[in-house]
């Protein structure tokens, strides 16, 4: 079912985040001081959260019902 994919993900986005803002030389989004790689990297992360999340629900709703 791709959970493993999704934890996946999560982690890469938050050690990824992290890591970039550690970083001196990073391209940063115009006025606000925000790297672009930690802004995507937080945005995977999130995602990554809301599918994990989906598929938990989803799968115990199909539990549910089964009982």
Do not use: C, M
């Not at 945005?43 to 009982?67: D, E, I, M, P, W």
Request: glycine share 10%; no cysteine; proline share 1%.
């Amino acid at each position: 079912d791709g959970e493993n994919s999704w934890f996946y993900f999560l982690w890469y986005g938050l050690g990824r985040a992290w890591i970039e803002g550690l970083r001196t030389d990073s391209l940063l989004i115009p006025g606000t001081g925000i790297a672009v790689s930690q802004a995507l990297s937080v945005v995977l992360a999130t995602v990554s959260l809301v599918a994990l999340v989906y598929h938990r629900r989803k799968a115990f709703a199909q539990r549910k019902g089964a009982n």
